[in-house]
T-cell receptor, first 115, second 111 residues
Framework: NAGVTQTPKFQVLKTGQSMTLQCAQDMNHNSMYWYRQDPGMGLRLIYYSASEGTTDKGEVPNGYNVSRLNKREFSLRLESAAPSQTSVYFC??????????????FGPGTRLTVT | RKEVEQDPGPFNVPEGATVAFNCTYSNSASQSFFWYRQDCRKEPKLLMSVYSSGNEDGRFTAQLNRASQYISLLIRDSKLSDSATYLCVVNEYSSASKIIFGSGTRLSIRP
């Protein structure tokens, strides 16, 4: 049981390049999320998927697209990377618990630098 | 005003001390509350949920004050291994899109 896995762990891109961050979970969770974490700003939600086949924007969606490929996988794509997208990206998953609580399980993160 | 606010610290306390963090939230309709722990360059991990009546897990005690809209975390008999950043998390409206993370409080335990 690997939990939430993310690839790659590190990536350096030049401005304007594109890439896809991969995320997979083996806990049969319905909900999956993409966050970015910047110093002093906490985690900010980019996109989320409440269930297979649905995706919705979070707080900071501009410059990103997502695909919920199946229940296990949720990918994040940067079409034209910008230096402002330099960050640590975390994928997470959750299954709604009692009382509508959303305890989340995180992947190890992808450290992305855009030069 | 930020939706979830925490004192960034760092808190630097000796081993064995008791330390407390507070977190305030702005939306009175918030429904569920958590404390996560994040080690340096690692992913956040759930430390404990916070229930209305308060709850304890070993050396850790969490309290919720809905009237004043704050959550607290108390760590007793602190260990070197407690050194980490503690994130306050608030879930509004029972919606996946409204999970708000505080920016975290750094705790450093010295021998």
């Amino acid at each position: 049981n690997a939990g939430v896995t993310q690839t790659p762990k590190f990536q350096v891109l030049k401005t304007g390049q594109s890439m896809t961050l991969q995320c997979a979970q083996d806990m049969n969770h319905n909900s999956m999320y993409w966050y970015r974490q910047d110093p002093g700003m906490g985690l900010r939600l980019i996109y989320y998927s409440a269930s297979e086949g649905t995706t919705d924007k979070g707080e900071v969606p501009n410059g990103y697209n997502v695909s919920r490929l199946n229940k296990r996988e949720f990918s994040l794509r940067l079409e034209s990377a910008a230096p402002s997208q330099t960050s640590v990206y975390f994928c997470a998953s959750s299954a709604p618990g009692q009382g509508s609580s959303y305890e989340q399980y995180f992947g190890p993160g992808t450290r992305l630098t855009v030069t | 005003r930020k939706e979830v606010e925490q004192d960034p610290g760092p808190f630097n306390v000796p081993e064995g001390a008791t330390v407390a963090f507070n977190c305030t939230y702005s939306n009175s309709a918030s429904q569920s509350f958590f404390w996560y722990r994040q080690d340096c360059r690692k992913e956040p991990k759930l430390l404990m949920s916070v229930y209305s009546s308060g709850n304890e897990d070993g050396r850790f005690t969490a309290q919720l004050n809905r009237a004043s809209q704050y959550i607290s975390l108390l760590i007793r008999d602190s260990k070197l291994s407690d050194s980490a950043t503690y994130l306050c998390v608030v879930n509004e409206y029972s919606s996946a899109s409204k999970i708000i993370f505080g920016s975290g409080t750094r705790l450093s335990i010295r021998p």
